[in-house]
C-alpha cells in the first residue's frame, strides 16, 4: 500500500488548459513536498507546505495543503509544453533525509 | 554553486556483476541519500548517510550498499546483479537531512541497465 496515492497517474493536455492533480493519504504530515523531474534529469522541488489549508502559488501554479494535513493538490492554470515532466508529492520521513515519494502523475502538455 | 554530481550517467552491465556508482554532493552539505527510480516502484529510498555513517536505510536487500567518505561524497554499490536492478539511481545531499526546512537536492542520475 502506497503511503502517497497520486492521480491521475497520466495526464495529456493541450497548452492552454487548467488542471489539477491530486496527492491523497489517510496519514497526517507535519509538511509535504512536490517535485517536478524533466526526462533525463533528477526531481527539482517546487514547493514545501506546512500549514494545513496553506495555499502558496508559484507562477502559474497553485499548490494547497488540506486542512487535515492528509492531502495535497497542485493546479496549474493555462498549462504550457515547458511544464511536460513528471510531478511528484513527497513527505519527510522522521528526522534524517528520507523522502516517501508518490508514484508520480506524468503530465504532456502538447502544443 | 555546483550541483549534485553522479559519475557515470550511463552504464550497462551484465547479470552477476557488481557495480560502484558515485556521488559528490554539494559543498557544504553532509547528508547524502540514494533512491532508486524504476517506471513499476516509482522513487524509493535505499539508505542515507550523514558524517560517514549510515543513518537510515530502505527496505532493500544486502546486496546494495554504501559508504560515505570524510568529504561527504558517497559511493553506492550493487553485487550480483539482476535484470530487476535496472533503474535510475538518484543521489540527494542536503546540509543535514533532516528537517521541512532543509531542501534536498537532487543529482540527475545514473542510468544502469543489466543483461
Known amino acids: 500500500t502506497q503511503l502517497l496515492e497520486q492521480s491521475p497517474q497520466f495526464l495529456s493536455i493541450q497548452e492552454g488548459e487548467n488542471l489539477t492533480v491530486y496527492c491523497n493519504s489517510s496519514?497526517?504530515?507535519?509538511?509535504l513536498q512536490w517535485y517536478r523531474q524533466e526526462p533525463g534529469e533528477g526531481p527539482v522541488l517546487l514547493v514545501t507546505?506546512?500549514?494545513?489549508?496553506e495555499v502558496k502559488k508559484l507562477k502559474r501554479l497553485t499548490f494547497q495543503f488540506g486542512d487535515a494535513r492528509k492531502d495535497s493538490s497542485l493546479h496549474i492554470t493555462a498549462a504550457q509544453p515547458g511544464d511536460t515532466g513528471l510531478y511528484l508529492c513527497?513527505?519527510?520521513?522522521?528526522?534524517?533525509?528520507?523522502?516517501?515519494f508518490g508514484q508520480g502523475t506524468t503530465l504532456q502538455v502538447k502544443p | 554553486k555546483a550541483g549534485v554530481t553522479q559519475t557515470p550517467r550511463y552504464l550497462i552491465k551484465t547479470r552477476g556483476q557488481q557495480v560502484t556508482l558515485s556521488c559528490s554532493p554539494i559543498?557544504?552539505?553532509?547528508?547524502v541519500s540514494w533512491y532508486q527510480q524504476t517506471p513499476g516502484q516509482g522513487l524509493q529510498f535505499l539508505f542515507e548517510?550523514?558524517?560517514?555513517?549510515?543513518?537510515n536505510k530502505g527496505n532493500f536487500p544486502g546486496r546494495f550498499s554504501g559508504r560515505q567518505f570524510s568529504n561527504s561524497r558517497s559511493e553506492m554499490n550493487v553485487s550480483t546483479l539482476e535484470l530487476g536492478d535496472s533503474a535510475l539511481y538518484l543521489c540527494?545531499?542536503?546540509?543535514?537531512?533532516?528537517?521541512?526546512?532543509?531542501?534536498?537536492?537532487f543529482g540527475e542520475g545514473s542510468w544502469l541497465t543489466v543483461v
Open positions: 559543498s557544504g552539505h553532509r547528508s
Open positions: 507546505v506546512v500549514t494545513g489549508g
Open positions: 548517510y550523514f558524517s560517514e555513517t549510515q543513518r
Open positions: 540527494a545531499s542536503s546540509r543535514t537531512g533532516g528537517s521541512s526546512g532543509n531542501t534536498i537536492y
Open positions: 513527497a513527505v519527510l520521513s522522521s528526522n534524517t533525509g528520507k523522502l516517501i
Open positions: 496519514s497526517v504530515f507535519s509538511s
